[in-house]
């Protein structure tokens, strides 16, 4: 079957590694911030905000599609934002179940 | 966007090109990975509601052990994907010996991860955690943190059996590269399911005490 493919343009080992050392720094700042005194919603933001971008660059990178067609890209990231924005419809309700549960 | 993998003349939409420009094997794991994100994406969401919807939370996670280690563990995982791109790059290259030891470093990170995580479990186990009851507050705390990172402990070790058979498999050139590749992709995937698992549970639930 790879005949068919393309040469994918690769990284490299020294990217690789970079990466891991991003991947590494993000996960120490994480731990860091969970002690920190923070509000919580801007905690979340924070902790999130990184997790994202970690995910970003294993999917990216170490998962390659950042070397795959975009085809593949738009075909597979657009829909799991979507349904995970849909997931989101039923998250309020949590803020109100504190009210409606049998004293 | 070049038009490779496509017959001249013939459009994607017309059948007869490879719009993916991969092969099927791997848009099949693609698509195998993406509806496993949508999984934990369902189950970390449900654990983020009844979270929100609870009084009391508990924060059982002290620095020592459980943020050390759970750390450690992020490291493990960590590791074990450079140590699979690493796999990866020498199977492209032909090199067999290199590939199968880089995937054997990489399984070694998989059952660090999940030695540590079941001493982990074995300790709160024994401070009193089950799935409908704990000592600390909310009692359905047990039951989102036993199926959210059973589910993924789940995920790991069917992870270190894969790479077993497919090291063992290449060596004896019954896999190619792409197998190695493919098998690379749904490992990265439960490094990065960690990457949220790991702020939303234990991060998140320090004991500041």
Redesign the interface.
């Known amino acids: 079957?790879?005949t068919?493919?393309?040469e994918h343009k690769?990284g490299t080992?020294r990217l690789?590694?970079g990466v891991?050392a991003a991947?590494?720094g993000m996960?120490i700042v994480?731990?860091f911030?969970?002690?920190e005194h923070l509000p919580v919603q801007l905690?979340?933001i924070c902790?999130?905000g990184?997790?994202i971008i970690?995910?970003a660059l294993?999917?990216a990178y170490?998962?390659?599609l950042r070397f795959?067609?975009?085809?593949?890209f738009l075909?597979?990231v657009p829909?799991?934002v979507l349904?995970?924005c849909l997931?989101?419809i039923?998250?309020p309700?949590?803020?109100r179940?504190?009210e409606l549960r049998w004293p | 966007m070049s038009s490779a993998g496509q017959q001249a003349g013939v459009s994607s939409w017309e059948g007869g090109g490879s719009p993916f420009s991969i092969n099927s094997k791997k848009l099949g794991m693609w698509l195998f990975i993406i509806s496993d994100a949508l999984t934990f994406t369902g189950v970390l969401m449900a654990y983020s509601y009844v979270r929100v919807a609870s009084e009391e939370w508990p924060t059982p996670f002290h620095m020592w052990p459980s943020i050390v280690v759970s750390s450690i563990m992020t490291f493990c995982l960590l590791t074990s994907s450079i140590t699979m791109v690493m796999a990866v790059t020498a199977a492209k290259q032909g090199r067999v010996q290199a590939a199968a030891r880089w995937i054997h470093f990489t399984m070694l990170g998989g059952v660090a991860f999940l030695l540590l995580h079941a001493n982990e479990w074995r300790e709160l186990i024994h401070e009193g955690l089950r799935p409908f009851e704990n000592p600390w507050g909310t009692p359905m705390f047990g039951a989102t943190f036993f199926s959210l990172t059973g589910l993924h402990m789940l995920h790991v070790t069917i992870g270190v059996v894969l790479l077993g058979i497919i090291a063992a498999g290449f060596k004896r050139g019954r896999y190619t590269a792409d197998h190695v590749e493919i098998s690379g992709l749904y490992w990265h995937f439960v490094d990065l399911v960690w990457m949220f698992i790991f702020p939303l549970v234990y991060l998140l639930s320090v004991s500041m005490e």
Do not use: G, N
């Open positions: 079957m790879s068919t493919a393309h690769e080992t690789y590694l891991w991947l590494l996960t994480e731990v911030l969970a002690y905690m979340l902790l999130m990184l997790s970690k995910a294993i999917v170490f998962m390659h795959e067609r975009l085809s593949l075909t597979l829909m799991w349904v995970t997931m989101f039923f998250f309700d949590s803020f179940l504190l």
